[in-house]
Protein backbone atom coordinates (compact mmCIF):
# COMPACT_ATOMS: atom_id res chain seq x y z
CA UNK A 1 0.00 0.00 0.00
CA UNK A 2 2.35 2.28 0.40
CA UNK A 3 3.91 1.86 -2.82
CA UNK A 4 0.51 2.62 -4.48
CA UNK A 5 0.36 5.37 -2.12
CA UNK A 6 3.76 6.86 -3.11
CA UNK A 7 2.86 6.21 -6.76
CA UNK A 8 -0.40 8.23 -6.25
CA UNK A 9 1.37 11.59 -4.50
CA UNK A 10 3.67 11.42 -7.25
CA UNK A 11 1.05 12.08 -9.93
CA UNK A 12 -0.87 14.50 -7.24
CA UNK A 13 2.50 16.46 -7.39
CA UNK A 14 3.27 16.25 -10.95
CA UNK A 15 -0.03 16.84 -12.02
CA UNK A 16 0.09 20.47 -10.15
CA UNK A 17 3.25 21.86 -11.45
CA UNK A 18 4.42 22.66 -14.58
CA UNK A 19 6.02 20.79 -17.82
CA UNK A 20 9.33 19.43 -16.70
CA UNK A 21 12.08 21.85 -17.41
CA UNK A 22 15.96 21.69 -16.29
CA UNK A 23 15.43 24.54 -14.36
CA UNK A 24 16.14 25.62 -10.43
CA UNK A 25 12.30 27.03 -10.38
CA UNK A 26 11.04 23.58 -11.45
CA UNK A 27 13.74 21.23 -9.24
CA UNK A 28 12.30 24.43 -6.10
CA UNK A 29 8.94 23.62 -7.10
CA UNK A 30 9.21 19.67 -6.95
CA UNK A 31 10.92 19.82 -3.45
CA UNK A 32 8.53 22.22 -2.14
CA UNK A 33 5.55 20.15 -3.28
CA UNK A 34 3.71 18.84 -0.30
CA UNK A 35 2.59 15.62 -2.16
CA UNK A 36 5.86 14.85 -3.27
CA UNK A 37 7.14 15.17 0.22
CA UNK A 38 4.64 12.74 1.11
CA UNK A 39 5.54 11.07 -1.69
CA UNK A 40 9.13 10.40 -0.44
CA UNK A 41 7.73 9.72 3.10
CA UNK A 42 5.83 7.00 1.51
CA UNK A 43 8.68 4.98 -0.34
CA UNK A 44 10.98 5.64 2.92
CA UNK A 45 8.80 3.56 4.71
CA UNK A 46 8.17 1.32 2.27
CA UNK A 47 11.65 0.56 2.48
CA UNK A 48 11.95 -0.17 5.84
CA UNK A 49 9.21 -2.21 6.06
CA UNK A 50 10.36 -4.23 3.26
CA UNK A 51 13.87 -4.67 5.01
CA UNK A 52 11.49 -6.29 7.61
CA UNK A 53 9.57 -8.39 5.56
CA UNK A 54 12.10 -9.77 3.17
CA UNK A 55 14.26 -10.71 6.51
CA UNK A 56 11.43 -12.51 8.61
CA UNK A 57 10.19 -14.42 5.46
CA UNK A 58 10.99 -16.54 2.28
CA UNK A 59 11.63 -14.24 -0.25
CA UNK A 60 10.05 -16.33 -3.01
CA UNK A 61 6.79 -15.61 -1.07
CA UNK A 62 7.79 -12.10 -0.16
CA UNK A 63 8.77 -10.62 -3.57
CA UNK A 64 5.59 -12.00 -5.94
CA UNK A 65 3.29 -10.23 -3.31
CA UNK A 66 4.65 -6.57 -4.71
CA UNK A 67 2.39 -7.76 -7.21
CA UNK A 68 -0.60 -6.48 -4.79
CA UNK A 69 0.95 -3.18 -5.47
CA UNK A 70 -1.06 -3.04 -9.10
CA UNK A 71 -4.48 -4.38 -7.59
CA UNK A 72 -3.72 -0.89 -5.92
CA UNK A 73 -2.90 1.03 -8.30
CA UNK A 74 -6.12 0.59 -9.57
CA UNK A 75 -8.24 1.08 -7.32
CA UNK A 76 -6.35 4.32 -6.48
CA UNK A 77 -7.00 5.41 -10.39
CA UNK A 78 -10.39 4.84 -9.94
CA UNK A 79 -11.20 7.06 -6.56
CA UNK A 80 -8.66 9.99 -7.62
CA UNK A 81 -8.06 10.14 -11.06
CA UNK A 82 -11.63 9.19 -11.88
CA UNK A 83 -10.38 6.59 -14.63
CA UNK A 84 -12.80 3.97 -15.93
CA UNK A 85 -11.31 0.73 -15.96
CA UNK A 86 -12.23 -1.71 -18.82
CA UNK A 87 -13.01 -5.78 -18.37
CA UNK A 88 -9.50 -6.72 -19.01
CA UNK A 89 -7.89 -5.18 -16.40
CA UNK A 90 -10.13 -6.42 -13.89
CA UNK A 91 -9.64 -9.80 -15.32
CA UNK A 92 -6.01 -9.32 -14.98
CA UNK A 93 -6.55 -7.67 -11.53
CA UNK A 94 -8.33 -11.27 -10.12
CA UNK A 95 -5.45 -13.30 -11.59
CA UNK A 96 -2.76 -11.21 -9.62
CA UNK A 97 -5.05 -11.64 -6.36
CA UNK A 98 -5.30 -15.43 -6.81
CA UNK A 99 -2.00 -16.09 -7.72
CA UNK A 100 -1.31 -14.10 -4.67
CA UNK A 101 -3.77 -16.57 -2.53
CA UNK A 102 -1.80 -19.45 -4.01
CA UNK A 103 1.93 -17.98 -3.28
CA UNK A 104 0.76 -17.22 0.47
CA UNK A 105 -0.90 -20.30 1.27
Request: proline share 4%.
Amino acid sequence: MLLSGGQVLLKLALNRMEPFGWNWKWFHDLFTNWYFMGCGICYGLGSVLWMYIIKHFPFSMAYPMISLSYVFGMFAAMIFFNEQIPLTRWIGVFLIISGCCLIAK
